[in-house]
């Protein structure tokens, strides 16, 4: 697929700040910064607009993302029936109303964006149902990988889905879910851990209910990372009965992240819990408050998207806000899978029926 190239701008300096300001945001950013990251023309400056080229080349390998491109009209399900492989089911992209971008969690700890994806949702919005639709695809889903072949038999490594990243950020990304869930979704925004106490804190706190189990992996107030050690000596839990309790951008990340309590599944559903209640919030801020949170956070932002599509997005933000939103889909779904262990890669998780994830992702998406 040919590189984007910077577009041209098609507003005056003066027109793009009045634009700018007069936008709103919606969600983590991400979500939030998709409806109206460009509030101020200082913010631009900020976020790192990249190429996001492979860090390894050997991934670098070209499939063809054109050939079967969607074109709106909903596909026939006897095309996924009759597939003989999921490579043979249509791919699809934008159009007929609707606009994928990918919402990417890097973990890491500096400022910059190398590492695992361990938060993928994909961003689904719909002009023609008024939705905004989130689906999770897990981390330690078992995918196969374009053109990384270490072991050297010929074929595709299979690897967790979340190393795609890691090995070729978000062009190996787009065409690792191309290639398994044969969707193209060109629009990227990534962030990084540092990213989401920042956003929170700016946005003054989520107010989440919580289990007792959760509560045990949740930080009490003013017990922060630097006070506690690797091995969570000097940690303390929120104490009291479950309920409803208003999370710090620290605790509310640390609520994010739980995984020891219970699956990867439930961890996927408080991701978008919390990017849920982002949005909401959102929804209710002025737009003073809206351009000091993404002032805040856009340096911990990374895209490949243009500043005037980030501008096309900005103009429909009233919009967007009227939407409905839906968290509560992820791949794989209920019963679609089992847990399976490679030598050498761990543990993770085995599509039973590829095609049946596949058909039924698009299903959800397209309608």
């Known amino acids: 697929m040919p590189e984007k190239q910077p577009k041209q701008y098609r507003y005056s300096k003066k027109i793009r700040i ?41 991934a670098d390998v070209d499939i063809d993302l054109e050939d079967d491109e969607y074109n709106g009209v909903v596909v026939d399900p006897s095309e996924y029936d009759n597939a003989a492989a999921v490579s043979d089911i249509p791919l699809r992209g ?11 969690g890097v973990d890491s700890r500096q400022n910059n964006f190398v590492g695992l994806s361990d938060t993928n949702v994909i961003l689904s919005i719909n002009d023609k149902t008024k939705t905004v639709k989130m689906i999770s695809i ?31 950020r978000h062009t190996l990304q787009h065409k690792t879910i191309a290639q398994n869930f044969r969707l193209d979704i060109e629009d990227y925004i990534g962030v990084n851990f540092q990213v989401l106490p920042v956003l929170i804190d700016a946005m003054g706190g989520l107010d989440i209910s919580v289990t007792a189990k959760e509560m045990t992996q949740i930080p009490a107030n003013g ?18 009965a479950p309920g409803v309790y208003h999370l710090n951008g620290f605790q509310a990340m640390e609520y994010a992240r739980i995984r020891k309590i219970d699956s990867d599944f439930q961890r996927t559903a408080r991701q978008r819990k919390v990017l849920t209640l982002l949005i909401e919030k959102a929804k209710k801020m002025s737009y003073t408050q809206l351009i000091d949170v993404v002032y805040k956070a856009a340096s911990r932002v990374d895209t490949n998207m243009t500043t005037d599509e980030f501008l096309d997005i900005a103009a429909n933000s009233l919009t967007y806000a009227s939407y409905t ?29 590829p095609k049946e994830t596949v058909k039924n992702l698009h299903k959800y998406i397209y309608g």
Not at 325 to 353: A, Q, R
């Open 138 to 168: 897990l981390r330690d889903t078992w995918v196969s990988i374009p053109g990384r072949d270490k072991d050297g038999d010929g074929q595709d490594d299979i690897c967790k889905f979340n190393t795609a990243y890691a090995y070729g």
């Open 223 to 240: 017990c922060f990372v630097s006070k506690y050690a690797a091995d969570n000596s000097g940690f303390s839990p929120l104490t009291g």
């Open 94 to 104: 934008d159009g007929n109303g609707i606009h994928n971008i990918l919402l990417v």
């Open 18 to 58: 009045w634009t700018i300001a007069g936008s709103s945001a919606m969600a983590l950013i991400g979500v939030l910064c998709i409806t109206a990251f460009i509030l101020i023309s200082s913010v631009l400056g900020k976020i790192n607009f990249s190429e996001n080229g492979p860090v390894d080349p050997n």
């Open 325 to 353: 939103v839906e968290g509560d889909y992820h791949i794989p779904e209920d019963g679609s899978y089992k847990f399976t262990s490679i030598s050498g890669k761990g543990s993770g998780i085995l599509l039973t029926d």
